[in-house]
């Protein structure tokens, strides 16, 4: 039976690395375009991405753009990988299978 | 944003819906073939088919064949739909919308 990943099928996460995976090798986000594509709040937000994280499916990098913290987050080849084995899991469940 | 069902995205009732919209309108399949397609206990099952049929989802038709009891369900129009919806909502999101 095609398993599921109980990490990315939580809705939040799932479009977290939807968005991510789409991005070339190398683009990252910033953590305000996310929080406003999913429309979460920061704390929430904050939750899932450090899930993901610890999980080894995104990379966050934390710097200082003129003095303000920014915060930019990408898909590693891992997230990438576990990703498109969930989808590929979820279209053969779709199918009822 | 597409919206997520969240009643219908918990894995074993997704696999539960899935498995259910297959069927054609007026067919139905008994609680140990689901059991078996989806390797969970009988209480696990139970409960998740307890929350979809709240929700108004599945019908779930009890009776008597040679004295046993069998339980039969079904997906009824308005699971097909939200279920639709939901596959709907999955495939926009994983396109990273």
Chains 1, 2 share one sequence.
Do not use: C, W
């Not at 999980?55 to 990408?74: L, Q």
């Not at 990988?81 to 053969?92: D, I, N, P, R, S």
Request: no cysteine; proline share 3%.
């Amino acid at each position: 039976m095609a398993e599921l990943n109980e990490i990315i099928h939580q809705p939040i996460r799932l479009r977290t690395m939807a968005a991510l995976v789409t991005l070339g090798a190398n683009e990252e986000v910033d953590f305000s375009y996310l929080r406003k594509l999913l429309t979460v709040t920061d704390g929430n937000l904050g939750a899932h991405l450090h899930k993901l994280e610890e999980a080894g499916y995104i990379k966050i990098n934390k710097s200082f753009v003129d003095r303000k913290p920014h915060t930019y987050i990408s898909a590693t080849p891992a997230g990438r990988k576990v990703f498109a084995e969930h989808v590929a899991a979820l279209e053969v469940i779709l199918k009822g299978k």
